[in-house]
């Protein structure tokens, strides 16, 4: 068959009625791996479960079970249209499939206890997180940087006041008290996430209220839990609202002005990337972040974005090791995106959203998210940032649930590039909020 032939066919699919829903443009596999090859994978990962194996497997055997799951539903958000406009696509899709794997006992409890061992309880997720964060932020140039910086602070602060206001406007209409909507919904949401957020906010809670944290922590990370799912439908609808209302968007750039600083003109001789020693300049800095964070109430992935942000303004990285770090962003850190959230989504509590689902606590959640998102995107207009993105990462980064949280919502919003600043979001601002908790509490609580 001709490449004429061939075209005209590939069109003739793309405008066919079933391309309304599903992408056909792309080639029949599983993102990239041959359909044998990713069967074998499932097949071999039923196996394995089946036969008690898993734990024998290791990593390998866990890695082979998330991708035969994550992947399938990766490739499903990304194909079906629907998903991919109201969700975010792939990244989203892999994350709630492997929860509804979990939902109904697709795979057992124990099963998914060996992959947490593996992936998550082990802090590989900390490697390939610090990974994405100290090679985009050293993919900035050093101008921007310093300009998003100066900006990029009130933008979190707006985004703070307007979700706390809405919140109590809201809970004042359906009839939660103030007390109960600033330290039970704002502060849990806005606090970085669980573990560095709504679990230590909990021992500051029993600490400072003599209350139970076990029962603070529950209503919390059922609160964080539908904020977390509020704001990655937020961030959804904002790309819909991108389209009506184009000037509000920066393309994936917060900064505005800076369309033509983000080309280097510095030349990259090939012989000089090197990806090892790329894994050991981030392993350096994890490593420098987790000692550092040992002395104070700093969250470690606080610090390596602050020890990446200091790097960059100092110029102290070369050009070659910037480069570097991108290739090995670019294959070898995003690679395991999929797998992470699947792991993430496979111990996901369904019981414990379901019994926040009244109307008045929805109202209070979702003013509060909101409120973040429109308070970060109207002063991100007066510091001369992009709505939107100021919106994204000032706002709906604040109010999601931390690290996987901020994955899950910049894939919503197809800003995936605006990881580091959805760290300060999420660390620096989730630190701040967990200060002003331990003195919130001792006069609301």
């Given amino acids: 068959m001709s490449e004429i032939n061939i075209k005209a066919k590939i069109d003739e699919q793309n405008s066919s009625p079933l391309s309304s829903f599903i992408d056909l443009s792309k080639p029949f596999d599983i993102e990239g791996i041959p359909l044998k090859l990713y069967l074998l994978i499932a ?11 898993l734990n024998q497997a290791g990593v390998s055997g866990a890695f082979a079970v998330l991708w035969a799951i994550g ?42 206890q060996v992959i947490q061992a593996q992936i998550i309880g082990n802090g590989f997720l900390y490697f390939v997180l610090a990974g994405l964060v100290i090679s985009s932020v050293l993919s900035v140039p050093t101008t921007v940087l310093k300009k998003s910086l100066v900006s990029y602070a009130p933008i979190i602060i707006g985004g703070l006041l307007v979700s706390v206001s809405s919140g109590i406007g809201v ?3 359906v009839g939660i008290p103030m007390d109960e909507v600033v330290t039970r919904y704002f502060l849990p949401i806005m606090g970085g ?18 209350g139970n944290a076990s029962e603070y922590f529950n209503h919390a990370i059922g609160v964080l839990t539908l904020g977390n799912l509020t704001a990655i439908l937020i961030a959804s609808l904002l790309v819909q609202l991108e389209k009506k ?7 994936g750039k917060l900064v505005k002005g800076t ?15 090197n990806t090892h020693s790329a894994m050991l300049f981030i392993i350096c800095i994890l490593m420098t972040g987790i ?33 570097s770090l991108k290739k090995l962003s670019g294959w070898g850190v995003t690679a395991f ?22 109307l008045s606590n929805l109202l209070v959640i979702v003013s509060i998210v909101l409120g973040a998102a429109l308070g970060a995107g109207i002063t991100s207009h007066f510091v001369k940032l992009y709505p939107l993105e100021g919106a994204v990462t000032g706002g709906l980064c604040m109010a999601d649930a931390g690290g996987s949280g901020d994955l899950q919502v910049l894939s919503a919003a197809r800003r995936i590039e605006l990881y580091p600043y959805s760290q300060l979001s999420s660390r620096i601002g989730g630190a701040f909020v967990l200060i002003i908790a331990s003195y919130l509490f001792q006069f609301l609580a």
């Fill in 43 to 53: 097949v071999l990962s039923v196996v394995v479960i089946k036969l008690g194996l």
């Fill in 71 to 112: 992947l399938f539903f990766y490739a499903v958000g990304e194909r079906v249209r629907i998903l991919k406009a109201l969700v975010g696509g792939g990244l989203v899709v892999a994350w709630a499939g492997a929860a509804m794997f979990a939902r109904y006992e697709l795979i057992g409890q124990e099963e998914i």
């Fill in 171 to 173: 809970g004042f209409l």
């Fill in 193 to 210: 996430g669980a573990g560095a957020g709504a679990l230590p906010m909990s021992e500051v809670y029993a600490d400072v209220t003599g």
């Fill in 245 to 251: 209302i184009p000037v509000i968007s920066g393309k």
């Fill in 259 to 273: 369309e033509q600083n983000l080309v280097s003109d510095e030349v990259i001789i090939e012989e000089e990337v």
């Fill in 291 to 323: 000692v550092l964070a040992n002395f104070n109430s700093l969250h470690f992935f606080a610090w390596v974005t602050i020890i990446a942000v200091l790097l960059n303004l100092s110029r102290s990285v070369s050009p070659s090791m910037r480069e």
């Fill in 337 to 358: 995106f999929v797998p992470i959230l699947t792991a993430f989504g496979l111990t996901a509590d369904f019981d414990v959203i379901i019994a926040l689902f009244s």
